[in-house]
């Protein structure tokens, strides 16, 4: 199918460009017209915060649609005349941008407790009514222009609340696009070269992101999801052209003419893109057993930008080699004839000098990985808010003045939502447990049950006297819910539910942390099986499993160095230490996972297409080594350029997504293949491809990446 696929690319690429353009002009202009809305969901069905905000919902508790946010200012004396006339004509200018009547003053009666004891530090509540998101930063933006111009005697205001968060000036795509093309131009040493992965990964890129924008109308992604389908498919649509281009020009370089190297670098690399594409598919909507809105949203619009840039490279790219012709290293650097040979010849002999010494270079890259993953041990799920903001952001400053004010746990209250079925007499319940709450160790202040119109539902506020993000607020919410309600409700009707968002926060980080080990699971024995069918042997998809997770472990663990425990924090713009976002892990394993595949099969066809030619382990390996090195190190390159130009300028959960990817791309593309790779399959010798004939007899034959069919083993000698 590749091979008709290639020649028709080839032979018909007026076609396949104008279709590919009006493809393209299609979906943007699709996009644009008839575009969804992108929403942050981070409900969880069947968690008790999840059930405390059903509760509120089925006893028509007066709630608020929209963003909410705060105007927290400071002052010596808030109730001075002239900090009072300002803040008052603040708010009311505010009044006008958000919606009549939806900012709460603490000079009125319904904001008098929003007032420190001092009379410091005070705040307005700010409820923006619902609109679509260009309105909400429209909104915002004219709100920041306000307090920036307010101008009150002797006070400090900020604004709190995601939705007056500031957007990062710096374009973290076009910084890893721009990092990617040098990269790209020292690897193939020519302009028009260089050009040919770019123009197929923006195409495929452009595509998957105008599909995603009219998927959202029928499916909830995150806020995030377009800036993570970029990374992910600048990343990935790079590497896939840029594997099938270094085969078209080996090709050339060969002997074959345009059409014939054009139909080899399909067979061969395509089919490597194909497969490596699939994996990266397969891990990411693994991610839809989760059973959370959020993460599937996520997985589906990844999946997506995956597939169009899988999709440009085989059928775009050769129509462009049908284009470039023999002239595919036009306009090349001075000085680069011969480099690529000397490059490969460099490579074998460190392949020779691992494979002379495989168990000390596999101690070695073993022990590395091993140190780097420690840290992993102590990963907390959680989420970032604007206390992990840098202090340029005026809701970092917010945050801390409410912090200094009035506590860290105000901050993050938690919400008691309770179901009082018994009327009047359940109330006097309220108030012994309202007592409790106030002499529960942890709890900073607990305010008085607060009924709904109809008198059959409360909530009481808990401030936790730790930031939102402490272990100790996580082990105060459960010490509330298993220690702390159920005596002092017991012999009552009384339902009463633990809620807020940071308990909702602890529940999605401990339902994500209990699902990875199944999710990781899931998809290990899929990637096993693929491996296995793939290159019929056994113990090549046990190694590439093995040191696969060893690479992941060590990202995860200099996450947690960085982001936990605040190593090196301020060079990547984050404010302070907090948890893991809890999305993060489990992404990062399934996207990584998938691209790790990328390497290993390129270099794997590589030294199964010699082994097979030869019979000789050791040579193939080395073979395969000089022959995959060089273009595996251009493509880890451009990989971490590009992810480490996310982790550099973009919100929290990327610049956490952006590192992690990076870390894991440096290390398999370095200590993996370089290392670990060449010494275990020395140690392994002819072991490496053994299959049992009965195993054989039954998995179905695949052409292989290197172009044939997967033969039968030699012999189905045992390990």
């Known amino acids: ?75 010596p004396d808030i109730d001075d005349p002239a900090v009072t006339a300002g803040m008052q004509d603040l708010f009311a200018d505010l009044d006008r941008i958000v919606a009549p009547g939806e900012v709460v003053s603490p000079y009125e ?124 498919g600048i990343g990935v649509g790079i590497d896939y052209a840029l594997f099938v281009v270094t085969r078209y020009r080996e090709g050339l370089r ?97 392949s020779r000098t691992v494979q002379a010494r495989p168990w000390p270079a596999l101690a070695l890259g073993v022990g590395l990985l091993a140190v780097l993953a420690v840290p992993a041990l102590g990963l907390r799920h959680g989420f970032g808010d604007a206390g992990n903001r840098p202090r340029g952001d005026t809701t970092r400053r917010a945050y801390d003045l409410v912090a200094d004010g009035f506590g860290p746990g105000a901050n993050g209250p938690l919400v008691i939502a309770a179901d009082l079925p018994g009327g009047p007499p359940d109330v006097f ?24 119109d109809v008198g059959d539902a409360a909530v009481l506020q808990v401030f936790p006297a730790s930031s939102p993000q402490a272990a100790g607020t996580q082990e105060l919410v459960h010490r509330l819910r298993d220690d702390v309600l159920p005596p002092a409700l017991a012999g009552t009707t009384i339902t009463a539910e633990v809620g807020g968002a940071t308990a909702a926060s602890v529940d999605f980080g401990e339902f994500t942390a209990d699902h990875l080990p199944w999710f990781t699971g899931s998809v290990l024995v899929v990637s096993f099986a693929l491996l296995t069918i793939v290159f019929r042997s056994l113990l090549v998809p046990v190694k590439a499993v093995a040191v696969n997770l060893l690479a992941l472990g060590a990202s995860y663990g200099l996450l947690v160095v960085v982001f936990q425990w605040g190593w090196g924090l301020g060079l990547l713009g984050v404010g302070r230490p907090g948890p893991i976002d809890a999305w993060v892990p489990m992404m990062l394993f399934a ?90 399959m020395e140690l392994l010798g002819d072991r490496n491809w053994w299959l049992p004939g009965w195993l054989d007899r039954r998995l179905p034959t695949l052409r292989r990446p290197g172009g044939r069919d997967a033969p039968r083993p030699r012999a189905a000698t045992t390990p």
């Open 1 to 75: 199918m590749l091979t008709r696929l290639a020649r028709g690319c080839y032979r018909r690429r007026w076609f396949v460009l104008a279709g590919w353009a009006l493809v393209l002009v299609g979906l943007m202009e699709l996009g644009s017209a008839h575009g969804g809305r992108f929403v942050n969901d981070f409900r969880l069905p069947g968690s008790e915060s999840q059930r405390a905000i059903d509760l509120l919902d089925a006893h028509d508790f007066p709630t608020r649609s929209g963003h909410a946010g705060q105007v927290v200012f400071a002052a």
């Open 109 to 232: 009666p319904e904001g008098e407790h929003f007032v420190n004891p001092e009379r410091t530090i005070a705040f307005a509540q700010v409820n923006m009514a619902e609109r679509d998101e260009d309105r909400y930063d429209a909104a915002a933006a004219r709100a920041r222009a306000l307090v920036a111009a307010a101008d009150v005697p002797g006070t400090t205001v900020e604004l709190g609340g995601n939705v007056f968060a500031e957007s990062p000036e710096f374009s973290s795509e076009l910084v890893g696009f721009g990092a990617a093309m040098v990269v790209l131009l020292l690897a193939f040493g020519s302009v028009l070269a260089m050009g040919l992965p770019l123009v197929t990964a923006a195409t495929g890129i452009v595509a998957g992101i105008s599909i995603v924008t009219l998927v959202v109308r029928v499916v909830g992604m995150p806020s995030y999801a377009i800036e993570a389908v970029a990374m992910i």
């Open 429 to 452: 319940v309220l108030m012994e447990l309202w007592h409790r709450l106030s002499a529960t160790p942890g709890v900073a202040m607990a305010l008085p049950p607060l009924l709904n």
């Open 254 to 350: 060969g002997g074959l003419d345009p059409e014939a190297a054009t139909v080899r670098s399909l067979e061969t690399a395509g089919r490597a893109v194909l497969l490596a594409g699939t994996v990266v598919v397969i891990g990411v909507m693994g991610m839809l057993t989760a059973g959370l809105a959020m993460i599937r949203g996520l997985a589906i619009g990844i999946s997506l930008g995956v597939l169009a840039t899988m999709l440009a490279s085989v059928t775009l790219l050769p129509a462009l080699l049908g284009f470039a012709g023999t002239a595919v290293d036009r306009l090349a650097l001075p000085g680069r004839r011969g480099r690529d040979e000397r490059r490969s010849a460099a490579w074998g002999r460190w």
């Open 591 to 680: 996207v990584m996972f998938g691209l790790s595949m990328d390497y290993e099969v390129f270099l794997l066809s590589r030294i199964r297409e010699s082994y097979d030619r030869t019979g000789d382990n050791s040579a193939a390996v080395a073979d395969g080594v000089a022959a995959t090195a060089r273009v595996i190190t251009a493509a880890a390159a451009v990989m971490v350029c590009v992810f480490g130009a996310f982790a550099l300028g973009s919100t929290r959960s990327l610049k956490l997504f952006g590192l992690g990817l990076a870390t894991a791309v440096l290390l398999d593309a370095t200590v993996v293949r370089l290392v670990l790779v060449p010494a275990t």
